[in-house]
């Protein structure tokens, strides 16, 4: 092959790998991204290690549902108790903007009904919560599924919607537990 023909070949390389990198860093930045779980908090749904894809433009076809997993950017009320904890964090929406949420006899309430909460352990209750809250317009009401050993909105109160990410909506690692959530 001819230096003129390996330089043309080189060349077409180069752009290929420039397209496609930049290809993948616009797909992970607008469209789906993948995070680790770092803590125990959303056990057993996640436990500390797995990885999930997180959907980023769901939100911008229809609002936030009651029960998604979505990870959020940490909020300021939310400051890191040491270097080591992560800037994003993963969390269930239990209440929306509007509702008012309370706990009676360790069970979640929404607008005084009971909320089915079916990715809980059983017998797993609901404290911290002693009145009634009503979260604000723009807001959501986060838990972690391991009530027990979650910081989450009942520590740091409601979380603005615009600080969230995206919907994680796949488990992809480890492998015996990869599927939807």
Do not use: C
């Not at 060349?11 to 860093?25: F, N, P, S």
């Not at 352990?121 to 599924?145: A, K």
């Amino acid at each position: 092959m001819s230096e003129r023909r390996q330089l043309r070949v080189a060349g077409e390389w180069l752009v290929m790998l420039v397209v496609a990198a930049t290809v993948a860093w616009a797909f992970q930045t607008w469209v789906i991204q993948s995070f680790s779980i770092p803590s125990e908090s959303m056990a057993t749904t996640l436990t500390n290690g797995d990885r999930v894809l997180v959907n980023k433009l769901s939100y911008k076809a229809h609002d936030v549902h009651r029960g998604d997993v979505v990870v959020v950017r940490r909020p300021p009320s939310a400051a890191r108790t040491s270097p080591d904890e992560p800037e994003d964090l993963i969390k269930r929406v239990i209440a929306l903007p509007g509702e008012t949420i309370e706990v009676r006899d360790g069970r979640v309430r929404i607008d005084g009904r009971e909320l089915r909460e079916p990715y809980l352990r059983r017998g797993t209750p609901t404290e911290q919560i002693d009145r009634p809250f009503r979260v604000p317009d723009g807001e959501l009401f986060l838990m972690g599924d391991n009530r027990t050993d979650s910081r989450d909105s009942r520590v740091f109160g409601p979380v603005p919607e615009d600080l969230v990410v995206g919907r994680a909506f796949a488990r992809i690692w480890p492998p015996n537990r990869v599927g939807f959530l």
